[in-house]
């Protein structure tokens, strides 16, 4: 019964380097999507996918990539990480046509760039 | 550009105090609005609020959705420390969620 793993839970970046923060679902969900919350800002949307092969940019995508190649797997990929992107990232997923839905979410990675 | 709002941004009540926080929103294409609770690590789901369906209720728990004010309360009776969260408030339009910036209640014994 694992929904939605997020790897690594820490991670510490030098600026510059590059790194894929890994997020996998096993409910089959269509809807997958990256946040980032930092201090007193709630969590704010940064890529989304609605499906395999589908994505699209959120609210703050600057700096960030993503693919979607399968259902279950929907990395983050930061190509050269800021210390402006330290935060803490949650990855969630939600069944298909899915704003009537509630989201589940992974544990979290804790990015730290210095 | 979608917005929510949550009120207050912070809150400190005592134990057995009753607590409501409000939610507001400018969203396009509203489907629904939904409350989570954030202890220590992933936010966990407590309503979600639809046309079909405005007002929830779970145990100490209820919310309203108001759609023609655009906006939405949790009320919480009977505060106990175990409330002590930050609550956020997120709506559902097209395919995304729009997360406010949340409300972080302490309560204290």
């Known amino acids: 019964n694992a929904g939605v793993t997020q790897t690594p839970k820490f991670q510490v970046l030098k600026t510059g380097q590059s790194m894929t923060l890994q997020c996998a679902q096993d409910?089959?969900?269509?809807?997958m999507s990256w946040y980032r919350q930092d201090p007193g800002m709630g969590l704010r949307l940064i890529h989304y996918s609605v499906g395999a092969g589908i994505t699209d940019q959120g609210e703050v995508p600057n700096g960030y990539n993503v693919s979607r190649s399968t259902t279950e797997d929907f990395p983050l990929r930061l190509l050269s990480a800021a210390p402006s992107q330290t935060s803490v990232y949650f990855c969630?997923?939600?069944?298909?046509?899915?704003?009537?839905?509630?989201?589940?979410f992974g544990q979290g990675t804790r990015l730290t760039v210095v | 550009e979608d917005k929510v709002v949550q009120s207050p941004l912070s809150l400190v009540v005592h134990e057995g105090d009753t607590v409501t926080l409000n939610c507001s929103y400018e969203?396009?294409?509203?489907?629904?609005l939904l409350w989570y609770k954030q202890e220590k690590k992933a936010p966990t789901f407590l309503f979600m609020l639809t046309s079909s369906g405005i007002e929830k209720k779970s145990g100490r728990l209820s919310s309203i959705l108001d759609k023609k004010e655009l906006s939405s309360i949790l009320n919480i009776t009977a505060t106990q420390t175990g409330d002590s969260a930050i609550y956020l408030c997120a709506v559902g339009s097209n395919y995304k969620l729009t997360f406010g910036k949340g409300t972080l209640l302490t309560v204290n014994p």
């Open positions: 969203v396009t294409n509203f489907r629904s």
């Open positions: 409910m089959n969900h269509e809807y």
């Open positions: 969630a997923s939600r069944i298909e046509g899915a704003s009537l839905a509630e989201a589940f």
